[in-house]
């Protein structure tokens, strides 16, 4: 019989459609590391999340993500109640199969699918923070989302707007996303934002971007903000601020190399708590997933949850 206290959550579409194709080399080969284990493929948004919640409150002990940064996101918001983490005792595993896995690029976490395994037998475990965010979806309803990465509005809200409507990750996620990124910078535009940090900031900028921080990597590899840290209680905020077109596109090189800081238009803050409005419509970002706009309100929840990931 499998066992219920460890659970493997697979989406089969991660990857593009790739995973599903994969999961009986990978079903074998998580049976000879860890033993029996229940799985669950996913058919539709929301199954991760739902499934991670039943599983919880079933009494699994780990709970194993198996796609993209989409997938753990849902994974992640299964472990979290309106207050914060429902089950404090629980681990989560991630085996990283998506397209674009920038997550792993902060936390270690092996990229391969073999190697990412062990790392789950071996069962080291960090304790690490989660954002919860604060907005309003597109038809104007409160909602309450947490994540484990980056959550930006402006132009990553736009770039993943744009690759969810043509569904272009098939080249692969750095093409995909520089694709995207140089369409959406031509179309889009600055904005006029407000942005509040504790109680310690209040200003209107002019950005074309504003990342919150958890993680490092977003947007298939950009570097956004290089010195966030997963388990230092802050967030780390970037704000791309008043660049011409020209200088967007002369700088963006940064983007990817860590050197983002050396850009005089770009403040890079830290802070607990991140209030943002503006008059124009600016989409949001949340681990690769476009979910709404602003305003928004966005808290750092301390040693929220624990993962399995190699010794750094």
Same mark, same amino acid.
């Given at each position: 019989m499998a066992s219920k206290r460890i659970v493997f959550i697979v989406n089969p579409h991660a990857g593009n459609d790739s995973t599903g194709s994969q999961w009986p080399r990978i079903q074998a080969m998580a049976r000879d590391r860890l033993g029996y284990f229940t799985s669950y493929l996913t058919t539709k948004p929301g199954d991760a999340t739902r499934i991670t919640m039943t599983s919880l409150i079933e009494g699994a002990e780990l709970i194993i993500c198996v796609g993209g940064d989409g997938t753990l996101n849902e994974v992640v918001n299964g472990f979290m @109640?309106?207050?914060?983490? %429902?089950?404090? @005792?629980a681990l989560l595993g991630f085996v990283p199969t998506g397209t674009g896995c920038d997550? #792993?690029?902060t936390v270690p976490i092996p990229a391969r699918i073999e190697q990412s395994l062990d790392t789950i037998k071996e069962g080291y475990t960090k304790v690490i923070d989660v954002g919860r965010l604060q907005h309003r979806n597109d038809h104007g309803l409160p909602v309450t989302r947490y994540f484990h990465n980056i959550v930006s509005f402006g132009l990553g809200g736009e770039v993943d707007d744009r690759i969810n409507k043509k569904k272009s990750k098939a080249f692969g996620p750095f093409i995909s996303f520089i694709w995207a990124t140089v369409v959406s910078i031509f179309l889009y535009? &600055? &904005? *006029? !934002?407000? #942005?509040? !940090? @504790? *109680? %310690?900031? @209040? &200003? &209107? /900028? !002019?950005?074309? *971007? !504003?990342? /919150?921080a958890n993680g490092q990597y977003h947007g298939g590899g950009m570097r956004v903000a290089p010195d966030a840290l997963i388990d230092d209680g802050l967030f780390h905020i970037t704000v791309i601020g008043n660049l011409s077109l020209a200088e967007v596109f002369w700088h963006l090189p940064k983007l990817y190399n860590g050197r983002i800081k050396d850009i005089k238009e770009v403040t890079i803050l830290t802070g607990k708590t991140v209030n943002a409005f503006s008059d124009d419509r600016v989409l949001l970002d949340c681990d690769g997933e476009q979910p709404g706009s602003l305003p928004i309100v966005i808290n750092i929840m301390p040693a929220a949850l624990r993962m399995i990931t190699k010794k750094s």
């Open positions: @109640d309106e207050a914060g983490p %429902s089950r404090t @005792d997550f #792993i690029k535009g &600055k &904005k *006029n !934002i407000r #942005i509040q !940090i @504790d *109680n %310690s900031y @209040d &200003k &209107k /900028v !002019i950005a074309w *971007n !504003i990342a /919150v």
